[in-house]
């Protein structure tokens, strides 16, 4: 994979074990791709749960054209 995204509070019950667990599963899987979480919060805490579990940035939801755009262009010329 070139880029992966990754929707941290997605499901119904938004589950963020499950969604720090499937980052670390994708890490474990795919070492080299960079791994972006999608969330909505993006307090410090938990931008640092993300980078933990294996994430190479976090962006906010709901996503900005632009911060994508701008994200994309920084992870994929890596």
């Known amino acids: 994979y070139d880029l992966i995204l990754l929707d941290m509070q997605g499901g ?3 589950d963020e074990a499950a969604a ?12 080299t791709a960079p791994l972006l979480a999608l969330t909505s919060d993006v307090s410090p805490q938990f931008t640092e749960r993300c980078m933990a579990a294996g994430c190479n940035g976090c962006l906010p939801k709901p996503i900005d054209p632009r911060t ?9 010329a890596e």
């Open 12 to 14: 119904t019950h938004g």
């Open 20 to 31: 720090l667990a499937a980052a670390r599963e994708i890490r474990a899987r795919a070492a």
């Open 68 to 76: 994508l755009r701008c994200a994309l262009g920084m992870h994929l």
